[in-house]
């Protein structure tokens, strides 16, 4: 997605620091007994898993809802569903047993009506859910969000209290990946319905059936306390009692904050995170987006060139962009699709772009071979000696401003180049984007669910963001084969999209530039703070060293 998940701080609701100093005691000092207490960088929008489209709300359901599955490290265990199924019926059919001793926080049972009840009110058009486009591939699911069949003829029945089955139109191959998100989240309904517009608004208006429970909490808190969920199936699991969140958004203050020992995890950005770069307890968690290039190949026919591309590619220096110019945590990327967010079906240990970096090598850094590539690229389009005015479009906040500001004085090496900066709101750069405004555009993209064809998908030929308009049909042949004829066999749909990306790879069809981290400060207390593939920490495994 192009960062619903990646929250753009505002300018409101400030940390107060009074509130934050406490006392100075001994106890004080050691912080809360048996508490972690965690960074935010803005307030918890929705806690209705039906509307909730950031992180900040991801994590909040995380912690207090369960699902059918949660992450534990990179492998999917069983939540509400007391196994990882296997699809039946070609890969269409799933059919969920389901744990007898689950319940919410008010005793109502979870059942697998509480399921179908969610899933079809999510993709309700009425509900509005700016995730519903999630479900397609599930049966009527497309129909059903495009006003064309009735909600209940959603592809998701309840066999009985404790079976759930989920019929698709199409096999799904990241499916069980998928049924880990927060989007397909069960609902009480009776809840649901008694609060209304009301519900998930504030903490009154829930029930929770995951480990932890949101007391306390207004839409507009900057502060919100998570205590462990007696109730909850798996309470043995879970041996931290108390979460508490702190909304802070200026880096500065979350330093010292940290250094004070009044939170246990802060995110550093900027200068500051340069400043603590291989300190005690700094850490950067790489998140699952990528920052790349597109070049507009309908409004200038020659980055339709290979070599053209490949120049470009390779004038970039990604390590000082990455380490100097951003500071964030980010890290230089050859690649478009993340690492350390898929791994081989048969091997685990080998992430997807490890198993792609030969061909990534296409994009690494080098002047002089940039140089020679350009000016092949430039005779055999016939424009040797040619001017050529690009203007780079990308988002006005002060980090895409720097990163512009590099991107030209790199770009501008080769020869005949002349870069013009257009920096604009998040919302202009991406309308321009769609209607073809640019020659070069800095976009990026968030992971909706941890495989890559989230990524692959972007770029086939008339891909609704495939906006510099790439093609290959070889590429687009591979993309698709990974998610129709070989949607059932892992190994070689793997192999299906490793071949994708190494063409995209060797073609720079577009330009990878880094992939997003975040820089954190951790308490050495704080242990197994479990950060998987979907992007959130499973706090079921989270520990306090005493």
């Known amino acids: 997605m192009k960062f619903k998940r990646m929250l753009v701080a505002s300018a409101s609701a400030l940390v107060s620091l009074g509130v934050l100093a406490g006392c100075s005691s001994s106890k004080s000092a050691q912080g809360p007994k048996n508490t972690v207490r965690i960074m935010r960088k803005d307030v918890i929008a929705t806690m209705d898993s039906s509307l909730n489209t950031d992180i900040i709300g991801t994590q909040a359901l995380s912690d207090t809802m369960d699902g059918l599955y949660r992450y534990q490290g990179k492998t999917v265990k069983p939540a509400i569903a007391t196994k990882v199924v296997k699809p039946t019926n070609n890969g269409l059919t799933y059919t969920f047993p389901l744990r007898k001793n689950a319940k919410w926080s008010n005793g109502d049972p979870v059942t697998a009506n509480d399921f179908v009840y969610a899933w079809q009110r999510t993709v309700n058009p009425k509900t509005k859910s700016q995730y ?10 497309k129909e059903i969000t495009d006003n064309k069949k009735p909600v209940d003829s959603l592809g998701v029945k309840a066999l009985d209290k404790h079976t759930l089955q989920v019929t698709l139109d199409k096999p799904i191959p990241y499916f069980n990946q998928l049924m880990t998100s927060s989007t397909f989240f069960p609902q009480d309904q009776k809840v649901v319905e008694k609060w209304g517009k009301k519900y998930g608004t504030n903490s009154k208006t829930l029930v929770f059936n995951g480990p932890y429970k949101l ?57 500051t995170a340069k400043q603590m770069k291989g300190s005690k ?23 339709k060139n290979q070599k053209i591309r490949q120049a470009l590619a390779k004038s970039i220096d990604r390590t000082q962009l990455a380490n100097k110019i951003l500071g964030d945590g980010s890290s230089a990327s050859l690649s478009t699709t993340p690492s350390n967010m898929s791994y081989d079906p048969n091997n685990k240990s080998k992430d997807f772009v490890s198993d792609t970096k030969q061909s990534a090598k296409t ?36 980090a895409a401003k720097k990163q512009s500001e590099f991107l030209q004085s790199q770009l501008e090496k080769l020869p005949g180049i002349k870069v013009t900066l257009n920096n604009v709101p998040f919302k202009s750069r991406l309308s321009r984007s769609i209607s073809g405004d640019f020659d070069l555009v800095v976009t990026a993209w968030n992971a909706d669910f941890p495989d890559p064809s989230n990524f692959l998908t972007l770029f086939t030929n008339g891909a609704s963001n495939n906006n510099g308009h790439w093609n290959n049909s070889d590429y687009d042949n591979l993309v698709n084969k990974s998610l129709s004829t070989d949607a059932n066999d892992p190994t070689i749909r793997w192999k299906d999209m490793t071949q994708a990306q190494d063409i995209l790879n060797k073609q720079q069809g577009v330009i990878p530039l880094y992939q997003v981290g975040e820089a954190h400060l951790t308490n050495n207390k704080v242990k197994n703070l479990d950060y998987g593939p979907s992007g959130t920490y499973n706090m079921v495994s989270l520990r306090i060293h005493k």
């Open 281 to 303: 307890g700094f850490n950067v968690k790489k998140m699952n987006s990528t920052f790349y290039l597109e070049m507009n190949q309908e409004k200038d026919p020659i980055f």
């Open 215 to 271: 007391q306390k909490w207004n839409g507009p808190d900057n502060t919100w306390n998570e205590v462990k969920n007696k109730d909850y199936w798996n309470a043995k699991d879970v041996k931290v009692k108390k979460l508490q969140y702190q909304v802070v958004k200026d880096a500065s203050t979350a330093l010292n904050l940290y250094q004070s020992n009044k939170l246990d995890d802060v995110i550093l950005t900027g200068d």
């Open 363 to 398: 994009a690494e850094y080098n002047t002089k071979e940039a140089q020679k590539l350009w000016k092949t690229g430039l005779t055999e389009t016939g424009q040797t000696g040619k001017k050529f005015n690009l203007t780079l479009l990308s988002d006005d906040t002060d």
């Open 132 to 141: 519903a486009y999630i479900y397609e591939g599930i049966a009527n699911a």
